[in-house]
């Protein structure tokens, strides 16, 4: 039931969508989303999770990354990514907690990449590029560590692509 309202709920958005669009003659500007569309629930994991249900998640759920939650805190990420070099003999180890397993496969802990909503693009991009990363969760503030969204690498390209049009 819970997966169906989900869907419901991708649905509904994909429907306003639909029923929004016109054709574009590049007389207008695409507003800001407000803060409530950014507000959206942000799907993640908690760190007591093991690697291997939040890869399952993220296939549920059709997404590339997953924030990782300790207390509501951003503490790290799981990406697809993180599979890589993953071999028969070394797949047991998405059974471990995911903070542990990321250790194991990235040979330390990474702090996950962070912006707030005051962050300017510019200053997003260049975070993304600094840590040599796809993605920076956007969190309410970087003393808290709430995620309330995301921003990718191919968020910005599709942006850039917006505005030349």
């Given amino acids: 039931e819970e997966q169906e309202q989900q869907q419901d709920r991708k649905d509904g958005d994909d429907d ?9 003659d590049g007389s207008t500007v695409e507003r800001p989303p407000t803060d409530d569309e950014l507000r ?4 993640s994991m908690a760190s007591t ?3 291997l249900s939040g890869f399952r998640r993220m296939t549920m759920e059709n997404v590339s990354a997953l924030p990782i939650l300790e207390d509501g805190r951003l503490v790290g990420e799981l990406s697809g990514e993180d599979l890589r070099g993953l071999t028969h003999k070394t797949f047991r180890r998405t059974l ?10 990235r040979g330390k802990a990474v702090e996950p990449t962070m912006c707030t ?3 300017s693009l510019d200053k997003v991009v ?3 590029l600094k840590n040599k990363v796809h993605r920076c969760w ?3 503030s970087l003393d808290s560590r709430r995620v309330i969204g995301v921003v990718s690498m191919t968020d910005v390209l599709s942006l850039l692509y917006q505005q030349a049009k």
Avoid: T
């Fill in 16 to 24: 306003d969508n639909d029923d929004d669009e016109e054709e574009d």
């Fill in 40 to 43: 959206k629930d942000v799907i």
């Fill in 49 to 51: 999770s093991s690697a």
């Fill in 96 to 105: 471990f907690n995911v903070m542990d397993f990321l250790v194991m496969v």
């Fill in 117 to 119: 909503l005051s962050d």
């Fill in 126 to 128: 260049a975070r993304i």
């Fill in 138 to 140: 956007v969190v309410d």
